[in-house]
Every structure is written in C-alpha cells, then in structure tokens.
C-alpha cells in the first residue's frame, strides 16, 4: 500500500480534527492548531491510514516517527500493520513517539511482547483541577494567593479582558516587546516559541483559539495575555502564556482569570509540559496537579 504524506495546510484543519476529536486523550500535542503551529521549527506531515489519521515527523538523527493513528480500534490495528511495513519497506527502523498509556496497551494487546515504550518525563503534560485553578484554595496554594492580592494591591485598576479582533494588535506589540526584554533571538528554542506566539496571535480567528489578556487601565498598557482551547470535552489546554516578569503577581493573575473566565465548562486545565526546565518544572509543580500525562517512545523490542 502506498502512503502519501501531506504537509499540514490551514485548509486540512477540518479533515484532521474529524479524526483527532475521537481520541479521549489529553496530551496537548496532538490538536490541530499546535501541530499547525508548530510544523515549521518540528516539520510533521500527514497521512490517512486504513481510515485514520497518522502524523510523521524527524527524529534528532533525521530518521523517521509516527505518532498512534487517529481512529476507531479496528482501523488502527490495520493502520498499524500497514505502517509498520512501511517502515520495514523503508529499510527503517520503527519509532512511534508521543505514545500514552491507554495506547500503548492496546499495542501489547494486539503484538504482545513485541513494542517497548520509554517515557519522557520532560514531555509529561501538567493537568489541573479547574476549580482549584480558579479559586486557589487551600494552604499548598496559599502563596499564589498571596501573589494575586499582591498584584491587586499595587495595580488597583487593572481589567481583564478577552482578545478579540480589536485588541489583538495590542497583544502583538506587547509580545515584541516580551520578545525584546527575553532575548529570544539569542537562543534558538526561545526565537521558535516566539515565533509561534506571534503566529497564534495572527491566526487566533482561523485556529479557534480563545485568548485573555490583562491590561492596567490608568495606563492602557497589556501587561500580561495567554491563549488557549478545548482539548477534549473534559479538558481545556493552555498553550501560550506572557507577562512582564517586573510586574509581581501577574502571571498568577493572568493565569487564574482566564481559566475563571475561560475554562469553567471543563473539569481539568493541562498547562502542557516543562521542557525540562528546572524553573519551569517548580512553577508547574507549585500549582499541585492533580496528574500528569506521562508520554513516550515506542520502538520495537531487540
């Protein structure tokens, strides 16, 4: 069988979500506007398999990666038989990445004994309560609380607002300028996280996203935005958050009314993963999720 990849397009966002909103999963890569989004710094293309949906991408040493197909149990069994040829025919060796566990037991279900899986605990999605969020409760968070009334103290006027059409250009400036006091050009990971902020800023309309921001209205000026979306009928995702980090309590600020405002429909809030980053690991902690979606690497058993 013959499989044609195909680079991912705005125009493929309604063939692509028609599979990926029958996974029940709530890893923060897989939906359509991350994937867009970030295709140009991770090249991933795209092909229908046996009726479902199966992303590739490159690994660091150029060879190949598929992500789990996208579709009904039956179809991805074929789905799997027939990539798994593929890689065989391309003299290549099987690597499927961004595997979770429900997926991975239906792998040792299907071929016992034949895929191993290493988790990457890097990769490991945040996923929160949205309750807890919202009303901070309790002594573990009795620090962000701290921070917020904090932020409320020094900036009385501030005002919470949704990104719309008219203020999105606003939220643009004040990135360039997030940009410019972050020395994102200095380093390269920082420069493609940018530029996928600028991008989800410009598309907001075309990719559905919802976004916030936080603004003082003595002075007029954006201090803080963030942007995100349902990822499943129980989760809503958080992919892009900045604030200045000279204004104490704004990222707790922006980070608890826009789930107040954004996110109350759905049960849990999954604020994507660490990088590994040591900073970043203890703020994520430091909100006390309530799990982790743990994801990995399956390749096949010596």
């Not at 809503?236 to 109350?264: C, D, L, R, S, T």
Request: proline share 4%; with cysteine.
């Amino acid at each position: 069988m013959d499989i044609e990849f195909k680079k991912i397009g705005l125009e493929d966002r309604e063939l692509i979500e028609s599979y990926l909103n029958r996974k029940t999963y709530r890893s923060c890569e897989l939906i359509f506007p991350n994937i867009y989004l970030w295709s140009r710094k991770y090249p991933t293309d795209f092909a229908v398999v046996e009726d479902t949906l199966v992303f590739r991408g490159t690994m660091d040493d150029g060879e190949p990666s598929i992500t789990f197909p996208a579709g009904e149990p039956e179809q991805i069994h074929k789905a799997m038989d027939v990539m798994m040829n593929w890689f065989l025919k391309q003299q290549k060796e099987f690597h499927m990445h961004l595997v979770q566990e429900q997926e991975f037991e239906l792998l040792e279900q299907w071929y016992p004994g034949k895929f191993q899986i290493e988790y990457d605990r890097d990769s490991a999605d945040y996923v929160y309560e949205t309750e807890k969020l919202t009303t901070l409760a309790g002594k573990k968070l009795h620090g962000k609380r701290n921070h917020i009334n904090k932020f409320k103290e020094n900036y009385p006027d501030w005002v919470y607002e949704p990104i719309t059409g008219e203020n999105v250009e606003e939220c643009f400036q004040m990135a360039l300028k997030w940009r410019e006091e972050a020395e994102c050009d200095q380093d390269e990971e920082k420069r493609a996280e940018m530029c996928v902020t600028l991008n989800a800023l410009r598309l907001l309309e075309e990719l559905h996203l919802k976004g916030g921001l936080l603004r003082t209205e003595q002075e007029g000026e954006i201090i803080a935005f963030t942007i995100g979306e349902p990822l499943n009928p129980d989760t809503f995702v958080v992919h892009i958050e900045k604030a200045f980090a000279e204004i104490q309590g704004a990222y707790p600020m922006i980070n608890q009314q826009f789930v107040a405002h954004e996110a109350q429909d759905y049960q849990y809030v999954n604020r994507e993963e660490d990088t590994g980053a040591e900073g970043l690991r203890k703020a994520k902690l430091s909100y006390r999720p309530v799990f982790l979606v743990e994801k990995g690497m399956v390749t096949y058993c010596e």
